[in-house]
C-alpha cells in the first residue's frame, strides 16, 4: 500500500499477521537496507523501537507544514492474548500494510515508535495523521493499561497544550478501539487539559455550573449549545472536514474531524448558521467562523485561534442562557 494513503492500524487482517507473527516466535521485522537503528531517547515512554513505515516530519497532502494538534486511540484487536513486544514488532518492522503508531500502551510498559514530530500511519487518513499523534492500546483494556494511557495523555497535553482526541473510528470504517470507546469521553477531557475524569466530557466550574470563559470550544461547551439551541445532547459536533482543523486550534475536544467525502456537517452548526445567517451546511467553515465573530461583536477574520475572543464571548452568553 503506497504510504501516504496509510491503512488502518486495527482490524482483523493485522490481528492475524501478529498472531501468526508470535507463533513464530519472531524477535522483529529489522529496518529498510541502510536505516539508522541507533537508539534514541524516548518521549513518555519506557524505550524506543523505531517504526520503519513513517513519514519524518509532519506535512499535510497539499504540502504545507502541520503540526501535532490531536491523539487517535486504537486497540490492537479482539482480546486474544497477544503481548506488548509482538505488537511493538510489527508495528515497527516491514509490514505490508504500512501501519504503525506513535506509541503502544499496556499494563507492562509504554513503548514508542515514532517520534512526536514524525508522522505515523494510523488513521486511514494521510492528513489526520500528519495532525495527530497514535496510541495503540492492550484489548483487554486492564486498570493498569487505562492508568498508563490517561498518564501518557496528560503528558502530551503537557507538550502540545489542549489537543483534541478521538477514536480510529472517527476516521476509517472500523470497530477500532473497540472497549475503550468507553473511556474516549474521559480521555477527550484528559486531552483538552483537565484533571478530572467524568463519566462524560465536562469542563466547567463545579461551584456554580458555568462554562469557563476561556475561548477555546471543547465537549463542554458544545454540550451547552446543543442544550441551549435545542439540538441533541452528546457533546460532539460531527462530521466536520479536517482541513479546517490546523487553522483553528481553539476547537478542541469532542470535534470529529474527517475527510472532504465524509464531511456531512452537524445539527448544532447547522442550529448556529439559523440563527447567524450563514449558508446552513453543517460545517464549521470560514464563512460559519465569521459569521459567528459578527455575531458576538470581534473582529471577523474567519479562524479560531488558541483562547479565541469570539468562542469566549460565546462561552459568556452560554452561561446566560442565550446564543
Keep these: 500500500m503506497n504510504p ?7 482490524g482483523p487482517s493485522r490481528r492475524e499477521i501478529l498472531r501468526f507473527t508470535s507463533m513464530l516466535g519472531v524477535a522483529g521485522f529489522g529496518f529498510a537496507a541502510g536505516a539508522a537503528t541507533a537508539a534514541r531517547a524516548a518521549d513518555f515512554a519506557d524505550d524506543f523501537q523505531q ?44 509490514n505490508v500494510r504500512w501501519s504503525s503508531a506513535h506509541y503502544v500502551v499496556s499494563g507492562e510498559r509504554v513503548t514508542q515508535l515514532v517520534g512526536l514530530e514524525d508522522t505515523a500511519f494510523h488513521a486511514g487518513v494521510y492528513d489526520i495523521n500528519a495532525q495527530s499523534i497514535g496510541i495503540e492500546c492492550r484489548p483487554e483494556m486492564d486498570d493498569a493499561t487505562v492508568d498508563r494511557v490517561r498518564d501518557l495523555v496528560q503528558k502530551l497535553n503537557g507538550r502540545f497544550g489542549p489537543l483534541w482526541l478521538e477514536p480510529h473510528q472517527a476516521f476509517s470504517s472500523t470497530g477500532c478501539p473497540g472497549t475503550y470507546m468507553s473511556r474516549i469521553p474521559e480521555l477527550k477531557v484528559l486531552a483538552a487539559g483537565s484533571s478530572e475524569f467524568p463519566s462524560t466530557p465536562s469542563v466547567v466550574d463545579e461551584n456554580d455550573g458555568l462554562l469557563d470563559v476561556d475561548g477555546y470550544w471543547g465537549s463542554a461547551t458544545t454540550r451547552r449549545l446543543q442544550e441551549v ?10 462530521k466536520q472536514y479536517t482541513g479546517w482543523k490546523t487553522a483553528n486550534p481553539a476547537l478542541v475536544s469532542g470535534w470529529e474531524w474527517v475527510s472532504g467525502a465524509a464531511a456531512t456537517g452537524s445539527a448544532v452548526i447547522r442550529a448556529i448558521q439559523q440563527v447567524v445567517e450563514s449558508e446552513v451546511d453543517g460545517l464549521i467553515g470560514p464563512d460559519t467562523i465569521r459569521a459567528i465573530q459578527r455575531h458576538f461583536g470581534v473582529t471577523e477574520d474567519g479562524s479560531f485561534p488558541e483562547g479565541a475572543a469570539g468562542i469566549a464571548e460565546m462561552q459568556k452568553a452560554l452561561n446566560a442562557g442565550k446564543f
Design 229 to 238: 439551541l435545542g439540538t441533541p445532547t452528546d457533546g460532539v459536533v460531527s
Design 4 to 10: 501516504t494513503s496509510s491503512g488502518p492500524a486495527c
Design 51 to 94: 517504526a520503519v513505515r513513517y513519514a519524518p516530519g509532519r506535512n499535510l497532502r497539499s504540502g504545507e507544514a502541520t503540526r501535532a494538534s490531536g491523539i487517535v486511540i486504537h486497540w490492537w484487536g479482539e482480546p486474544s492474548g497477544l503481548s506488548h513486544q509482538s505488537v511493538v514488532n510489527y508495528l515497527s518492522g516491514e
